[in-house]
Protein backbone atom coordinates (compact mmCIF):
# COMPACT_ATOMS: atom_id res chain seq x y z
CA UNK A 1 0.00 0.00 0.00
CA UNK A 2 2.67 2.02 0.83
CA UNK A 3 4.56 1.84 -2.49
CA UNK A 4 1.26 2.77 -4.73
CA UNK A 5 1.49 5.60 -2.59
CA UNK A 6 4.75 6.72 -3.85
CA UNK A 7 4.29 5.94 -6.87
CA UNK A 8 0.94 8.40 -6.62
CA UNK A 9 3.07 11.28 -5.17
CA UNK A 10 5.60 10.83 -7.83
CA UNK A 11 3.17 10.47 -10.84
CA UNK A 12 1.69 13.83 -9.46
CA UNK A 13 4.59 15.54 -8.89
CA UNK A 14 6.01 15.12 -12.48
CA UNK A 15 2.50 15.66 -13.99
CA UNK A 16 2.16 19.43 -12.14
CA UNK A 17 6.23 19.67 -13.53
CA UNK A 18 4.78 18.62 -16.84
CA UNK A 19 2.01 21.30 -16.48
CA UNK A 20 4.22 24.22 -15.11
CA UNK A 21 6.85 23.23 -17.79
CA UNK A 22 4.60 24.39 -20.53
CA UNK A 23 3.41 27.54 -18.60
CA UNK A 24 6.78 28.36 -18.32
CA UNK A 25 7.87 28.31 -21.62
CA UNK A 26 5.01 29.63 -23.35
CA UNK A 27 5.54 33.14 -21.30
CA UNK A 28 9.29 32.41 -22.25
CA UNK A 29 8.59 32.58 -25.56
CA UNK A 30 6.13 35.66 -25.83
CA UNK A 31 8.54 37.46 -24.02
CA UNK A 32 11.49 36.11 -26.08
CA UNK A 33 13.28 34.55 -23.70
CA UNK A 34 15.23 31.82 -23.48
CA UNK A 35 13.19 28.66 -23.80
CA UNK A 36 12.77 25.45 -22.09
CA UNK A 37 14.25 22.77 -24.68
CA UNK A 38 11.39 20.78 -26.63
CA UNK A 39 14.04 17.27 -25.45
CA UNK A 40 13.17 18.41 -21.37
CA UNK A 41 9.87 18.46 -22.15
CA UNK A 42 9.81 14.91 -24.00
CA UNK A 43 11.63 13.81 -21.25
CA UNK A 44 9.12 15.01 -18.23
CA UNK A 45 6.44 13.36 -20.19
CA UNK A 46 8.41 10.07 -20.92
CA UNK A 47 9.37 9.90 -16.95
CA UNK A 48 5.56 10.23 -16.08
CA UNK A 49 4.57 13.69 -16.68
CA UNK A 50 2.37 13.39 -20.14
CA UNK A 51 -1.07 13.84 -18.71
CA UNK A 52 0.15 17.00 -16.97
CA UNK A 53 1.81 18.24 -19.92
CA UNK A 54 -0.88 17.31 -22.64
CA UNK A 55 -2.98 19.68 -20.05
CA UNK A 56 -0.37 22.53 -20.25
CA UNK A 57 -0.30 22.56 -23.92
CA UNK A 58 -3.93 22.49 -24.25
CA UNK A 59 -4.23 25.38 -20.86
CA UNK A 60 -1.84 27.55 -22.49
CA UNK A 61 -2.44 26.84 -25.97
CA UNK A 62 1.67 26.13 -26.20
CA UNK A 63 3.13 23.66 -28.63
CA UNK A 64 -0.25 22.73 -29.90
CA UNK A 65 1.17 23.33 -33.81
CA UNK A 66 3.68 20.67 -33.39
CA UNK A 67 2.63 17.54 -35.13
CA UNK A 68 5.31 15.50 -32.50
CA UNK A 69 3.35 17.34 -29.59
CA UNK A 70 -0.02 16.84 -31.20
CA UNK A 71 0.34 13.22 -31.22
CA UNK A 72 3.68 12.39 -29.16
CA UNK A 73 2.36 13.36 -25.73
CA UNK A 74 -0.94 11.12 -26.03
CA UNK A 75 1.47 8.55 -27.60
CA UNK A 76 3.43 8.89 -24.22
CA UNK A 77 0.09 8.89 -22.29
CA UNK A 78 -0.71 5.73 -23.80
CA UNK A 79 1.93 3.80 -23.66
CA UNK A 80 2.72 5.07 -20.13
CA UNK A 81 -1.46 3.32 -19.08
CA UNK A 82 -0.59 0.58 -21.07
CA UNK A 83 2.55 -0.13 -18.60
CA UNK A 84 0.70 0.36 -15.67
CA UNK A 85 -1.87 -1.86 -16.44
CA UNK A 86 0.43 -4.31 -17.71
CA UNK A 87 2.75 -4.13 -14.52
CA UNK A 88 -0.64 -3.91 -11.74
CA UNK A 89 -2.26 -7.37 -13.61
CA UNK A 90 1.03 -9.68 -14.96
CA UNK A 91 3.12 -8.36 -11.86
CA UNK A 92 4.29 -11.67 -9.86
CA UNK A 93 3.50 -10.09 -7.27
CA UNK A 94 0.06 -9.09 -5.50
CA UNK A 95 -1.32 -5.78 -5.60
CA UNK A 96 -4.43 -4.47 -3.68
CA UNK A 97 -5.66 -0.97 -3.99
CA UNK A 98 -7.90 -1.26 -0.83
Do not use: C
Request: net charge positive; no cysteine; glycine share 8%.
Amino acid sequence: MVVIGIIAAYLLIMNIIGFALMGIDKHRAMKRLWRISESTLFVVAIIGGSLGSIIGMRFFHHKTKHWYFVYGMPAILILEVAAIVAFVYFAPIQFSIM
